[in-house]
């Protein structure tokens, strides 16, 4: 068997790392195509660095654009990588536009299309996130879903017939990270932060960045939190806050640049709280049992809300109380997974053929 992945942005990075570990482990052949949506180092090179993912053997170089021109450049690139290789299964990630681009080069040329992270439902159709979920669910013929939740939705849209539950290879990774590379007094120490005294935050979402009177309102609210708050700075967000001539450092709030994958996880795992927009990070928080607070009006990962260690809240005053609200009571509730999802993926390939 032979596999194919399509990755470009940070998320996919890490979730590329436990399905390159099961293919070596199984001797599969899996060829790494980076679109090169995501090229700052920190967003991109240290991610296979830190997490031992073998260089990608194709590197397409799209960079930043319009999602025209973002999308339509990778579909550009994919035709002559695929008609050179050939695999028995393209797989993509999540909800990029690499994710969309992906999955529409490989059905246009007649390619099998397995979606990992299928199913995931905001129900708001202003984000580009969401688009690119639907359409990729839609033209995918394996559909790799990380929850029950997720199966349902699928269901809804009459695609059970392709869903498998895998679990959430993120856990996977999670997991491998925690036992073996971080070393917290380290991440604590070069954070200078006090453990369990402060919060993790990162706002990256166009809903957030994009509107300037939202992000205003974010970034004052994170300033006025009662305890410190460490804001890692995505490029779009340090772009927007220049661009509306915003400073983002101040009061409780320290920014700096994002963090590589281990000192991250050290990172959250000796916080009090989490603030973000991301979805990944809403799962890493449950993950490790530290209370996070979602600056959206939705999420896809309902069970962490269900679950009580996450709340969505509006920037303001809203924010700032549910900073500083306790943990609730414990829980060894396990919505996604065991952390063994890459290997379901590769069952789940195999048995279709
Ligand atoms: C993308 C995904 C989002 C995901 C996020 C993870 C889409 C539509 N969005 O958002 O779902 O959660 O990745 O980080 O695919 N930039 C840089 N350097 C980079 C990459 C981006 O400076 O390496 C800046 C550029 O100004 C660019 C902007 O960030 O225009 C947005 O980048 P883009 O890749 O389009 O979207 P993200 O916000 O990163």
């Not at 570990?21 to 199984?26: L, T």
């Not at 400073?247 to 009090?272: H, I, M």
């Not at 890459?342 to 390939?349: I, S, Y």
């Amino acid at each position: 068997m032979k596999i194919l992945s399509v990755v470009g942005a940070r998320p996919q990075f890490v979730k590329l790392a436990p399905i390159a570990d099961a293919c070596r482990d199984r001797g599969v052949e899996h060829v790494i195509v980076h679109t090169g949506q995501h090229y700052d180092p920190m967003l991109s090179d240290v991610f296979f660095r830190d997490l031992g993912i073998p260089d990608p053997d194709v590197h397409l170089g799209v960079g930043s654009g319009g999602h025209g021109a973002q999308t339509g450049a990778i579909l550009a690139g994919m035709d002559e990588v695929l008609a050179r290789h050939r695999p028995d299964w393209v797989l993509v990630y999540g909800d990029t536009n690499s994710t969309l681009a992906g999955a529409l080069s490989a059905v246009k040329l007649q390619l099998r299309v397995a979606h990992l992270e299928a199913g995931l439902r905001s129900f708001n159709r202003r984000m580009p996130e969401e688009h690119n979920r639907v359409l990729t669910d839609h033209a995918a013929d394996l559909l790799l879903a990380p929850t029950e939740v997720a199966r349902d939705h699928l269901s809804d849209e009459g695609l059970a017939e392709r869903t498998v539950v895998v679990g959430d290879v993120m856990i996977d990774v999670l997991h491998r990270v925690r036992d073996e590379l971080v070393d917290t007094d380290a991440v604590l120490r070069e954070l200078g932060m006090p453990p369990g005294g402060y919060s993790v935050a990162t706002i990256h979402r166009a809903e957030n960045t994009d509107d300037p009177q939202r992000l205003r309102a974010v970034v004052a609210a994170l300033q006025q939190v009662d305890h410190p708050v460490l804001l890692l700075a995505h490029p779009r967000l340090r772009a927007r806050a220049t661009e509306q001539g915003l400073d983002l450092d101040g009061g409780s709030l320290t920014t700096r640049d994002p963090l590589p994958y281990p000192a991250l996880v050290g990172a959250v795992s000796e916080a009090r709280g989490v603030i973000t927009d991301s979805g990944g990070l809403q799962k890493e928080s449950f993950a490790l049992r530290t209370p996070c607070s979602t600056v959206r009006t939705e999420t896809e990962w309902v069970e962490t809300v269900e679950l009580g260690w996450n709340v969505l809240v509006e920037p303001g005053p809203p924010l700032r109380a549910a900073a500083t609200r306790p943990a609730p009571a414990p829980t060894d509730a396990a919505p996604y997974g065991d952390g063994h999802a890459a290997d379901a993926v590769l069952d789940a390939l195999h048995a279709g053929g």
